[in-house]
């Protein structure tokens, strides 16, 4: 079953406006990743999130982590066409050693 | 280094007959994950494979799925009498594992399996 469920389920912005995405997850946790995905084909892992951070920056993205709201958002700052993909949080359960995606946000960037 | 590889790219097979997919993790990597994609959704956990321990298979669908894994290397899902439902793309991902906290995953290009 699927832990994490992101908002918005889709997101069409300008190129050079800012992007936010949300993820709501339901267990504890040792640390929560996002993903980016192109074409509907394999992911890349952006960046991870320990669960005693509450904010991470790596390049223009931008993660913070609420463990008491089991929550978490992405920012991507300046976005650009390239950025368009689907973008996945990514969980692992205290109690298990494998990650739960999410549902998943699809971002379109025009130009 | 190499990455993620996976055989084939794209499958089409007709519904009943079996398929067999293919997964090369990087080396060195302890944990193998199968993933199945539904068009537009997300990713739906198949099996896990840990080092030489039992592998957590709570994620396949039904008694026609099963995997395989050879040591620390090579896995294969095995799809027998195909249905169309199990049109979709599958994923492999590969990873370090280390006490109880999860690393980050490197994802395969995927086998798009269409079953007609």
């Known amino acids: 079953s699927q832990q994490g469920e992101e908002d918005p389920q889709a997101l069409s912005i300008q190129e050079g406006e800012n992007a936010t995405m949300n993820c709501s997850y339901k267990t504890s946790i040792n640390n929560l990743q996002w993903y980016r995905q192109n074409s509907g084909r394999g992911l890349v892992h952006l960046i991870l999130?320990?669960?005693?951070?509450r904010e991470k920056h790596s390049g223009r993205l931008r993660v913070t982590l609420d463990t008491s709201k089991k929550s978490s958002s992405l920012l991507i700052t300046a976005s650009r066409a390239a950025d368009t993909a689907s973008y996945f949080c990514a969980t692992d359960d205290t109690g298990f050693q494998k990650l739960v995606f999410g549902t998943g946000t699809r971002l379109l960037v025009s130009p | 280094g190499a990455g993620v590889s996976q055989s084939p790219s794209n499958k089409v097979t007709e519904k009943g007959k079996d398929v067999e997919l293919r997964c090369d993790p990087i080396s060195g990597h302890t944990a193998l994950y199968w993933y199945r994609q539904r068009l537009g959704q997300g990713l739906e956990f198949l099996i896990y494979f840990q080092g030489n321990s039992a592998p957590d298979k709570s994620g396949l669908p039904s008694d026609r799925f099963s995997a395989e894994r050879t040591g620390e290397s090579v896995s294969t899902l095995t799809i027998q009498r195909t249905q169309q439902e199990d049109s979709a793309v599958y994923l492999c991902?590969?990873?370090?594992?280390?006490?109880?906290?999860?690393?980050?995953?490197?994802f395969g290009p995927g086998t798009r399996l269409t079953v007609t």
């Open positions: 999130i320990r669960s005693n951070e």
């Open positions: 991902a590969s990873s370090l594992v280390g006490g109880r906290s999860s690393y980050e995953q490197y």
